[in-house]
């Protein structure tokens, strides 16, 4: 079983449309979340950096972090097209700079 | 753009082949960091510099290594090539080598491997 699990998609959604996606993990050490963006032959771009538990908004972004369920979530408000994309979870213990990432999700926003 | 530059984009090889893959970091920033991703496993941490030193070791292959220099660029080195290795490789950098914040990541060199 992997440390970090993320349903790979593809997820199509209509614009304007609130777009949920998740990843859930099993190492209790992780105390630091990230959300990164990733475009076709692109490398990832960091969306959103959360520590511990909690919400953190920035934009039509919004990050939640539930460690008590070891689940992770990212909300898009009011999609749109430019956010067409492939995202990523990633997080890492304390002290520890390597990032485990999930697998990605493929998001379609449909105009 | 993120500032971190990644030569060559594309890399067509044989097995048993040897590679390198260069990176340049953002200006200023003293980590380097190796990911390779493919389809099946995603986004896999190699191995980190830090101002010259290696910092931390992930799942990195006795077949691989790497080495920052001086002037702070990196090489990733690929060896006894074999098809499995056959995968996009990012580089990444960041100022402080902290816990994953601030990282910015090249464009990748698309490593295949016929």
Known sequence: QKEVEQDPGPLSVPEGAIVSLNCTYSNSAFQYFMWYRQYSRKGPELLMYTYSSGNKEDGRFTAQVDKSSKYISLFIRDSQPSDSATYLCAMTDFGNEKLTFGTGTRLTIIP | ?114
């Open chain 2, 1 to 114: 753009d993120s500032g971190v530059t990644q030569t060559p984009k594309h890399l067509i090889t044989a097995t048993g082949q040897r590679v390198t893959l260069r990176c340049s970091p953002r200006s200023g920033d003293l980590s380097v960091y190796w990911y390779q991703q493919s389809l099946d496993q995603g986004l896999q941490f190699l191995i980190q510099y830090y101002n010259g030193e290696e910092r931390a070791k992930g799942n990195i292959l006795e077949r691989f290594s790497a080495q920052q220099f001086p002037d702070l660029h990196s090489e990733l080195n690929l060896s006894s090539l074999e098809l499995g290795d056959s995968a996009l490789y990012f580089c990444a950098s960041s100022a402080e080598g902290g816990r994953g914040e601030k990282l910015f990541f090249g464009s990748g060199t698309q490593l295949s491997v016929l």
